[in-house]
């Protein structure tokens, strides 16, 4: 079945430094990528859709600035949260699916802290 | 707008009982249907789906039952199990690949022993 690598699990930075979280998709190309936000006991809010080869489409409210992505290639998108603060700290999640696929898989998550 | 509303918020059923999670939708565009499971910690793992083609399906203990014409859809736990004690989120999409989810709250089931 397709499935999503996302890396690091885990991470603790200090206030004003940068993260980058990286999200592959091992045994199919994806041409969109999801990343979420989750606070504790909430549901998923869809931060953006990252699409190969092009920019990233984020939602109301989500910083570009501060939540880079990239989609280099087919199989890798990457979340860097810059000049992190506290208030960033969250558990990330990308997802993607397989062309013609319904179904969406899901990384692990990232769970940031920001110190 | 909150376009899939999600019931109850938290759960909790004995061991051998059946889980009921409910789920109700506005988008008459959306034509995909997952239920997920999420533990603490991890991402979540798709459970179950259904298309709107068809009113209810049956993977080993869990079904998805579908009522088109009320736009709502539910999830059923058979002989709920204390592993079975997570946090289980309905969603939607629109069939195109380019199409997110829209999550529901979620709902945080635990299953005693």
């Known amino acids: 079945g397709a499935v999503v690598s996302q890396h690091p699990s885990r991470v603790i930075c200090k206030s004003g430094t940068s993260v980058k979280i990286e999200c592959r998709s091992l045994d199919f190309q994806a041409t969109t990528m999801f990343w979420y936000r989750q606070f504790p006991k909430k549901s998923l809010m869809l931060m953006a859709t990252s699409n190969e080869g092009s920019k990233a489409t984020y939602e109301q409210g989500v910083e570009k600035d501060k939540f880079l992505i990239n989609h280099a290639s087919l199989t890798l998108s990457t979340l860097t949260v810059t000049s992190a603060h506290p208030e960033d700290s969250s558990f990330y999640i990308c997802?993607?699916?397989?062309?013609?696929?319904?179904?969406?898989?899901f990384g692990s998550g990232t769970r940031l802290t920001v110190v | 707008q909150q376009q899939v509303k999600q019931s109850p918020q938290s759960l909790i059923v004995q061991k051998g009982g059946i889980s009921i999670i409910n789920c109700a939708y506005e988008?008459?565009?959306?034509?995909?249907f997952p239920w997920y499971q999420q533990f603490p910690g991890k991402g979540p793992a798709l459970l179950i789906a259904i298309r709107p083609d068809v009113s209810e399906k049956k993977e080993g203990r869990f079904t998805i039952s579908f009522n088109k014409s009320a736009k709502q859809f539910s999830l059923h736990i058979m002989d709920s199990q204390p592993g079975d004690s997570a946090t289980y989120f309905c969603?939607?999409?629109?069939?195109?690949?380019?199409?997110?989810?829209?999550f529901g709250g979620g709902t945080r089931l635990m299953v005693k022993p």
């Open positions: 997802s993607a699916r397989p062309t013609g696929n319904y179904g969406y898989t």
């Open positions: 988008n008459t565009a959306f034509d995909y």
């Open positions: 969603a939607a999409s629109r069939g195109n690949a380019g199409n997110m989810l829209t």
